[in-house]
């Protein structure tokens, strides 16, 4: 049976993944056969994991490294160009067997890395869906404009510009906002009782072990503050986060893994966290000021500039986060700062990247048809 939509995403962040999955539940919502597919599972184990440790390596080792190496490369006609994306479609050749065998009518990338093979199997035709690119940061790298590639969906107009400054018309864009779980929109906006703690979320992304603990310290002394943070998957830092407050004096609840962020989010009345294009989204579209620790340059400065230029949050080094909120939470912002982050973002991008891919699909079938 044929599938209706394949959503091909990378675990290079976790971003690119929450955004397939956003769409992965959208779509199913409206009864549609779909399929996720991980590009780096078409690959050699070698090479995802030489990605993945890049990746992490380049931001939180050496960012300012990352930082000059994409600025350096946000060029189409760069001298490493033809030996990138030669090597990338030797990698990943096997993705482009997988979403044929799916006989998809409509397929998505959330990352850049599978619009190279999946662009260049559509124009020579061994793919015969449209493809769309869905770009899950506020600003567009060079990377992401790839030939072959049907429709751009795009997070807010200056990511536009910057698509059509690499080459790509504005004809084949939408504003659609980068793809979140509607319950993420759905929280109610933030409200602080009189006499009530303050809720702190913090969200540790890619943190250090140093700058998480350095986050937990910066709230001793503080009153009536309630602290939860989630550590993901790093070994052993559910335990070292707890030794750290602890020694420190500050109440918190330390999480590892979290599979309902959405409901973290919501008992929160500040989030603490990275400058990533989907933290920062599902944030906002929660109507949460953030504190945003440890951007990195590249696109997480884009991410950054969005929400403190916006007035829905402030950047931070680790050891003045909790000064900060307990300023905001004295001045009395929180609530007004909560609305100011809910309107800088388009909470309903899953449904509007919909409406662009299956669109197209169905301008096929019914060209077929006449």
């Known amino acids: 049976m044929a599938t209706d939509i394949v959503i091909v995403y990378t675990p290079v962040g976790g971003g690119h993944k929450a955004a397939a999955m956003a769409l992965g539940e959208a779509a199913k919502a409206r009864g549609h056969r779909v399929l996720l597919l991980d590009l780096f599972e078409s690959a050699p184990a070698i090479i995802g994991a030489t990605y993945q440790s890049a990746h992490l390596g380049g931001t939180t080792i050496t960012p300012n490294f990352y930082g000059r190496s994409y600025f350096a490369a946000n060029r189409r006609d760069g001298a490493f160009e033809p030996l990138r994306r030669g090597f990338d479609h030797v990698a990943f050749a096997g993705i482009v067997n997988r979403v044929c065998d799916a006989q998809a009518h409509s397929v998505i990338a959330t990352h850049h890395l599978p619009l190279v093979v999946l662009g260049r199997a559509r124009r020579l035709g061994w793919l015969d869906a449209p493809l769309t690119g869905v770009i899950t940061d506020y600003t567009a790298h060079a990377c992401w404009a790839e030939p072959g590639v049907d429709a751009f969906c795009v997070p807010c107009p200056s990511a536009a510009r910057e698509l059509e400054a690499h080459g790509i018309p504005r004809a084949m864009m939408t504003e659609t906002g980068i793809p979140v779980r509607p319950a993420f929109a759905s929280t109610p906006d933030v409200c602080m009782d009189p006499g ?154 899953a449904a509007r990247v919909l409406d662009v891919a299956l669109g197209m699909a169905e301008q096929r079938t019914r060209g077929r048809a006449a």
Do not use: W
């Open 196 to 349: 009530e703690p303050l809720r702190v979320l913090v969200t540790s992304g890619s943190f250090g072990v140093g700058p998480m603990e350095a986050i937990i310290r910066s709230f001793r002394g503080i009153r009536d503050v309630e602290l939860t943070v989630v550590c993901g998957s790093k070994r052993g830092a559910t335990a070292r986060a707890s030794r750290v407050a602890a020694t420190a004096g500050v109440p918190v609840r330390v999480l590892g893994f979290e599979h309902d962020m959405a409901a973290r989010v919501r008992d929160a009345h500040v989030v603490v966290g990275k400058a990533g294009g989907l933290t920062v989204t599902e944030t906002m579209a929660a109507g949460r000021p953030m504190i945003l620790v440890g951007t990195v340059p590249g696109n997480e400065l884009s991410n950054e500039r969005l929400v403190v230029r916006g007035g829905a949050g402030y950047a931070a080094a680790p050891s003045e986060v909790g000064a900060i909120v307990d300023a905001m939470r004295e001045r009395g912002v929180i609530a007004e700062m909560g609305r100011r982050a809910r309107q800088l973002v388009l909470t309903d991008g």
